[in-house]
């Protein structure tokens, strides 16, 4: 069965045209990665519009190739000038850089490329097996389980909401409201469209993404005057040769590193709401840790470019294995993903892989290729962006702005979608600058009306709401869903106060009622362990005389050099 | 120490359009074909945003201003600071406007070049290099999406006058 899911995927995915499309993708995704203040969200959400016309198997494959490139662009800022591309390639630029200055900038660029490469071969074997496997316990939920597995993924804004909570969750409610506005896709009624004809058919789910995110982000780009006339390569950015041959045997040498950091970005991605600008921090800091000579870091070591660069590229697999198996977004590019599929007429659901099993393996083979073609294409994209670091920042940004307008304009043919554009982009910007988070509210966006319309089927089903908590799987994802509103807040207390220490054993205790409920000999077991590590995290706190330290500091402890 | 900040405002106007939201709410259609109303998950979703600005508030409230008081801001402040995005803003909305009239082609090209121009600066060169990058980058994708992918952009009632 998966063999002929592959052959068949394999058809889909391997035409002249379609591979053409993903290597422009990743080329894009690469420039897109190494620009500094064009982030890897931008890039996928900009690819949208072009996707659009094309067949769903082959406008998700151009937008995986922007995906992975993206991951690995942000290396060759980060190393040729010591300014990330991306979040996801801070802790590069902590060895890349000095590493670069030190007269070896081909090696530093090799070790990034062929970590980034292995790293994201690793995620996708395991995106492969372990998808599937996931993806089957979707076949035992029911609507209710749907509903709340949906509010679960909704309390991720939690998480994506950064130092304020309530911003978070309000711009996470906004998100929410801003997809009811339009035709209700269950009763057929127009709401909130205040007399407006345009508003009956609702906001566009593109031109409300491009608004909020890239609209935004390039007026943000272009706010220091100073820095809107300056172009990237005043910061040092030259062509170099890459020394691929030495750094694939560096990196295979140092492959207890590259496999660590490999699982670390894996695990990373499957957690909702931690991407790459987290696991290539964690990897780095594990490897540091784990180095016998911990003081080379941030002086030009060879671990600390082979961890982070590993780390971010396998995120990228883990984040698909959630999308896929689960159907919810594990960070703002599966979101968009997740967008991208609903305008191919597919509902994301934790069915899938099953429903759709040829797209599904379509979209793993694609995750391969794109690893493949970063590999093969980052030489030449190289010189590219050294070129395009000449251009300055206000030139791409019109460019960018206008391109905007075209690419929303081309969805629908509908001049209402530019005007959509411009308002989300003054309500994205301004959300900026009050310090609103704007991922919360694009997760808001995508899973609004999956919300509703589970919400709506499992009322139609039974209006009885203790279903919610009786079923086993609706209850597991509601409990999840509490403890995830808190996690953020326990993250920041941990060991400072005194709740943070009851708080794992809770959390694991509560998780083995529902797995109790499931049945069957596995799940006993994993509820009696669920319950033994509760018991030991009270045993260990009563051991300590439940001490707390409120000066304790949580930050990450990281040091550039 | 004042109350009044600048969060106590957002949450204020927050507060503001969730009572215009609840109110437009009650105005939805009933039609109960299944259990859930149209209104009523908006209406879910509205409650929750008003606990939420409201815990905005009370939090803005007790926050107050830093005791050395905000940082006065004065409108030619504001223009100063955000000036480009201002002209981005500004271009941008009379280029929604004048799309009609000069289409996408004309309006686009006149919109990159205008905003190059009031963020890169006017002098004689600079207005060559804008308007060949206009005319080249707008031009190109305009083709693209007009030849490749099919789409029908706004002509230009321009072009249909001359």
């Given at each position: 069965m998966m063999i002929d899911n592959i052959v068949a995927a394999f058809h889909e995915l391997f035409v002249l045209e379609t591979i053409f499309l993903m290597m422009v993708g990743v080329v894009a995704g690469l420039i897109a990665g190494g620009v500094p203040g064009f982030t890897i969200a931008m890039a996928v959400v900009l690819t949208l519009p072009f996707t659009f016309g094309m067949d769903a198997v082959q406008g998700l494959a151009v937008m995986m190739g922007v995906f992975v490139g993206g991951l690995s662009g942000g290396l060759m800022s980060g190393i040729l000038t010591g300014i990330p591309g991306t979040p996801s390639s801070v802790a590069t630029t902590f060895d890349g850089f000095p590493m670069a200055r030190a007269g070896r900038p081909g090696f530093a660029l090799g070790l990034g490329v062929w970590s980034s490469f292995f790293g994201g071969i690793i995620s996708a074997i395991l995106l492969v097996t372990l998808a599937p496997q996931l993806a089957r316990i979707g076949l035992e939920f029911q609507q209710w389980d749907y509903f709340a597995l949906v509010i679960f993924a909704l309390t991720i804004t939690a998480s994506l909401a950064g130092e304020n909570l309530v911003k978070g969750l309000i711009a996470g409610a906004l998100g929410l409201l801003v997809a009811t506005v339009g035709e209700d896709e269950i009763n057929g009624v127009a709401r909130f469209h205040f007399g407006n004809e345009a508003l009956k058919q609702g906001f566009g789910f593109l031109p409300v993404l491009i608004g909020l995110f890239a609209f935004s982000q390039l007026l943000s780009d272009l706010e220091d005057r100073v820095k809107?006339?300056?172009?990237?390569?005043?910061?040092?950015?030259?062509?170099?040769?890459?020394?691929?041959?030495?750094?694939?045997?560096?990196?295979?040498?140092?492959?207890?590193?590259?496999?660590?950091?490999?699982?670390?970005?894996?695990?990373?991605?499957?957690?909702?709401?931690?991407?790459?600008?987290?696991?290539?921090?964690?990897?780095?800091?594990?490897?540091?840790?784990?180095?016998?000579?911990?003081?080379?870091?941030?002086?030009?070591?060879?671990?600390?470019?082979?961890?982070?660069?590993?780390?971010?590229?396998?995120?990228?697999?883990?984040?698909?294995?959630?999308?896929?198996?689960?159907?919810?977004?594990?960070?703002?590019?599966?979101?968009?993903?997740?967008?991208?599929?609903?305008?191919?007429?597919?509902?994301?659901?934790?069915?899938?892989?099953?429903?759709?099993?040829?797209?599904?393996?379509?979209?793993?083979?694609?995750?391969?290729?794109?690893?493949?073609?970063?590999?093969?294409?980052?030489?030449?994209?190289?010189?590219?962006?050294?070129?395009?670091?000449?251009?300055?920042?206000?030139?791409?940004?019109?460019?960018?702005?206008?391109?905007?307008?075209?690419?929303?304009?081309?969805?629908?043919?509908?001049?209402?979608?530019?005007?959509?554009?411009?308002?989300?982009?003054?309500?994205?910007?301004?959300?900026?600058?009050?310090?609103?988070?704007?991922?919360?509210?694009?997760?808001?966006?995508?899973?609004?009306?999956?919300?509703?319309?589970?919400?709506?089927?499992?009322?139609?089903?039974?209006?009885?709401?203790?279903?919610?908590?009786?079923?086993?799987?609706?209850?597991?994802?509601?409990?999840?869903a509490a403890f995830s509103v808190f996690f953020p807040k326990y993250q920041a207390e941990r060991g400072k106060r005194k709740w943070t220490l009851f708080y794992p054993a809770i959390f694991a205790m509560s998780l083995s009622v529902p797995a109790f409920m499931m049945g069957g000999p596995v799940r006993i077991v994993l509820g009696i362990l669920l319950i033994a590590l509760g018991v030991r995290s009270l045993i260990k706190h009563n051991a300590n005389g439940w001490r707390v330290d409120p000066a304790a500091s949580n930050a990450p402890q990281l040091r550039e050099g | 120490m004042s109350r009044f900040n600048r969060d106590v405002f957002i949450a204020i106007v927050l507060l503001l359009l969730c009572g215009a939201f609840l109110t437009a709410s009650f105005h939805i259609r009933e039609i109960d074909y299944g259990i859930l109303t149209p209104a009523a998950w908006p209406q879910i979703i509205l409650v929750a945003l008003t606990i939420l600005s409201m815990v905005y508030l009370v939090q803005s409230l007790r926050r107050g201003t830093p005791p050395g008081g905000a940082t006065p801001v004065s409108i030619k402040g504001v223009l100063e600071k955000y000036r480009n995005p201002l002209w981005c803003y500004a271009l941008f909305l009379l280029f929604l406007l004048t799309l009609d009239y000069l289409g996408m082609l004309i309006g686009g090209v006149l919109f990159v070049f205008c905003l190059l121009t009031a963020i890169g600066g006017a002098s004689k060169r600079n207005l060559i290099t804008h308007a060949l990058i206009a005319v080249i980058m707008i031009g190109a994708m305009w083709a693209l999406f007009t030849y490749a992918l099919g789409v029908i952009f706004p002509q230009g009632e321009i072009f249909t006058t001359l």
């Open positions: 809107a006339r300056r172009s990237l390569s005043e910061g040092g950015g030259v062509a170099v040769r890459i020394e691929h041959r030495k750094a694939a045997m560096t990196v295979l040498k140092h492959w207890v590193n590259l496999v660590r950091s490999s699982l670390i970005g894996v695990f990373t991605g499957i957690l909702p709401a931690a991407g790459s600008s987290i696991s290539n921090i964690l990897a780095y800091d594990q490897a540091k840790k784990a180095s016998k000579e911990p003081e080379t870091f941030g002086t030009g070591c060879e671990d600390g470019i082979i961890a982070p660069e590993s780390a971010n590229n396998a995120t990228a697999g883990g984040a698909l294995i959630t999308m896929m198996a689960l159907g919810i977004p594990g960070d703002i590019v599966t979101a968009v993903m997740l967008g991208a599929l609903l305008i191919h007429d597919i509902i994301p659901s934790p069915t899938f892989i099953t429903e759709t099993p040829v797209l599904a393996y379509s979209l793993f083979l694609a995750f391969f290729v794109a690893n493949f073609m970063m590999l093969a294409l980052q030489s030449y994209t190289l010189r590219l962006f050294v070129l395009i670091t000449r251009v300055r920042m206000y030139v791409l940004a019109s460019i960018i702005l206008a391109y905007c307008a075209i690419g929303v304009f081309a969805l629908s043919n509908i001049a209402f979608d530019i005007w959509t554009l411009f308002w989300f982009g003054v309500l994205g910007y301004l959300m900026r600058i009050f310090g609103f988070p704007l991922a919360p509210m694009i997760l808001g966006v995508v899973l609004g009306r999956i919300a509703e319309q589970w919400l709506a089927r499992s009322l139609a089903r039974s209006d009885d709401l203790t279903y919610f908590l009786t079923s086993p799987w609706s209850l597991f994802f509601l409990i999840l | -």
